[in-house]
């Protein structure tokens, strides 16, 4: 909750106060809720990775009040010296640009024979609430003083706030203008450098136009408001303000939205254009809306487990095609928050047990395929072995007992079906393929190929219905894009493997009856039967046509082949066009028909289809 201002002493000492740069003591407020970000407010300064001090010192009575900056953290502290006992420093934190602000933060006294302290750090910038703070050291030390406001400058690679447009690489207008008497106001990025500014035309003296910039899709603003306010000045008749980011690495917030806003000097009400985001390209303009949902503290995507996995393959498959580094912190955040053992309800309904498994054994292998995409864009070794060690646990439940093969569904071994089987085979040759030497995994992979090639599972039209019945034959349930896409991913790698023709005529076959026929493609777009008329896709089936392209994808770079390719600029071309906003955010649906709901999930699978195509 955010402190009122300090509170003064009546209009004389206010007076006084103000011409000797002091301030009153704030009021204590009710301890504010904890900020989180890599690591959580009340961090020990001993473990900051950096120390800056971006603001001059402050002299109390000739104890010696100091800022310290962590840039790398993005985290503060504050420290008194050459002070006495009960002299005290803490921080002011503000999310509004000083006008209200969390005060008193890490209070800490010099105690009995010392002469100086300092507090514990706090975070300067809110990833998951998406907020930029300000913050500043004060202390009381017979009176009450602080320092300067921080607020880093937001940079974005080479392009930092405040810089002019005339060095923009592009100038786009990504919304239509709004007027206002006459005026029209606009807005203007550099797609390439995802830097905006604003102008306004058709005016005169004293008109002006300014940028707002939100970091939660336009929902709010206090820190970003009225950014590069500037007046047409006398005898002209348009301005434009300086560029702005909309994207801060440091702070870790991505996917800024920005708008551009004007007012006509004898008028008090502005006008202002819709919220866009740049688009460098296609697909870093998805991933950056993608990481915009993402839990910084406590590195997944929250409320869906397995869907997370499926995010993260679809970061790291876009960090691996496009040859970026932006965002290998969230490989390694993630891993290193979700490792460990989570009870029911902590990441699933289920409880997580560690290494990311679960009773759900197709769950526990989606995560086996991201840490192997990991491994393989990092070359860090403890993906590989979290790898080894999730399919070490989905390969004891292949049973020969039942239907002569196959891995169950659960661990109360109730179904075989395609996610789970494709899963396997996938991952025991994609293991057979990065262990040097390997035979075990090898071998489980030629089991599993013949077993699903027998299984019924693909129907005599080419395509993967859901799974087998209890009497071992295919159970005729939906034709979903992923179970299809798994396994055309595993008889490529298969054939890659072991130069066998039939793996790839497997996954050819697989892959034209996908691309030809209605049960999956409508208007030469993949579609699920939850696109169709008034259905609705549930949050898992959001994310299906995502896994269908990614393998897709890795066929057309083993044959080359032109039709592949094509379809894949299909669904590229048909999600930018009809599936998009001015936000990035990508629908439900590619071909862009309603009901055609957003979030994070369809996000991730839009990702990997633009990814595929890029």
């Not at 306010?229 to 005898?235: D, F, G, I, N």
């Not at 076959?509 to 549930?538: F, M, Q, W």
């Amino acid at each position: 909750m955010a402190a009122r201002h300090h509170p003064l002493l009546g209009g004389l000492l206010a007076l006084f106060l103000a011409l000797t740069g002091l301030v009153a003591l704030p009021t204590p407020a009710r301890a504010a809720p904890a900020v989180c970000a890599l690591a959580c407010d009340t961090l020990d300064p001993a473990k900051a990775r950096q120390e800056t001090f971006p603001v001059p010192d402050r002299t109390i009575g000739g104890r010696t009040l100091r800022l310290h900056v962590s840039d790398p953290d993005s985290m503060a502290w504050a420290s008194i010296d050459d002070g006495v006992a009960g002299d005290s420093a803490w921080l002011d934190r503000s999310w509004d640009r000083g006008a209200t602000w969390e005060g008193l933060l890490g209070r800490a006294s010099v105690p009995g024979s010392w002469t100086g302290t300092r507090t514990l750090m706090y975070n300067i910038t809110d990833p998951v609430g998406h907020r930029r703070g300000w913050i500043r050291a004060c202390a009381d030390a017979g009176a009450v003083a602080c320092t300067d406001w921080v607020h880093p400058r937001v940079c974005d690679g080479t392009s930092c706030d405040g810089a002019d447009p005339a060095t923009a690489a592009g100038d786009a207008t990504p919304v239509p203008s709004t007027t206002l008497f006459g005026r029209t106001i606009s807005l203007h990025v550099d797609q390439r450098g995802g830097m905006a500014w604003g102008v306004i035309a058709g005016g005169g003296a004293g008109d002006e136009i300014w940028l707002d910039r939100s970091w939660d899709g336009g929902a709010s603003h206090p820190e970003g408001s009225s950014l590069g306010r500037t007046s047409v000045p006398a005898e002209a008749a348009s301005a434009r303000t300086a560029m702005f980011a909309t994207r801060d690495p440091r702070g870790l917030l991505y996917g800024g939205a920005v708008r551009a806003c004007g007012r006509e000097a004898a008028h008090q009400e502005g006008s202002c254009t819709a919220w866009a985001r740049p688009a460098p390209t296609r697909a870093r303009a998805a991933a950056d809306a993608l990481m915009a949902s993402y839990h910084t503290n406590e590195g997944w995507w929250r409320s869906s487990w397995w869907n997370s996995a499926v995010a993260l393959t679809s970061v790291i498959d876009f960090a691996e095609r496009s040859g970026r580094h932006d965002y290998d912190w969230v490989i390694a955040r993630t891993f290193e928050q979700n490792r460990g053992v989570f009870p029911a309800g902590g990441r699933g309904s289920d409880p997580i047990e560690g290494h990311f498994i679960s009773r759900a054994i197709d769950d526990a292998a989606w995560w086996a395929v991201a840490w192997l995409a990991a491994y393989d864009h990092t070359g860090e070794r403890r993906y590989l072995e979290e790898a080894v060690t999730i399919t070490d646990y989905v390969h004891r439940y292949w049973d020969t007992g039942t239907c002569g093969g196959g891995v169950w569904w659960d661990r109360e071994r109730t179904y075989k079906n395609a996610v789970t089987n494709g899963l396997y085979l996938w991952l025991t040759t994609s293991l057979h393929q990065r262990i040097g030497g390997d035979t075990v995994w090898g071998g489980r992979a030629d089991t599993a190929a013949t077993w699903y090639l027998g299984s019924g599972m693909i129907n005599s039209s080419g395509l993967v219905n859901d799974g087998i019945t209890a009497g071992c034959a295919n159970n005729g349930q939906t034709v979903w894009s992923y179970n299809q896409g798994l396994a055309i991913g595993a008889f490529t790698q298969l054939w890659r493997s072991t130069g066998n023709s039939r793996y790839l005529d497997t996954a050819e076959r697989l892959a034209d009856t996908a691309i030809s026929s209605p049960a999956l493609t409508r208007g030469g777009v993949l579609t699920e039967s939850c696109d169709v008329g008034t259905a609705s896709c549930d949050d898992n089936q959001k994310q299906f046509k995502g896994i269908f392209v990614r393998h897709l994808a890795d066929l057309a770079d083993a044959t080359d082949s032109a039709a592949y390719r094509a379809y894949l600029a299909r669904q590229a071309d048909s999600i930018w066009t009809s599936d998009r906003d001015p936000l990035n955010r990508l629908g439900q649906r590619w071909s862009g028909t309603g009901p055609n709901p957003s979030d994070w999930r369809t996000q991730a699978s839009a990702l990997e289809a633009l990814t595929a195509a890029s």
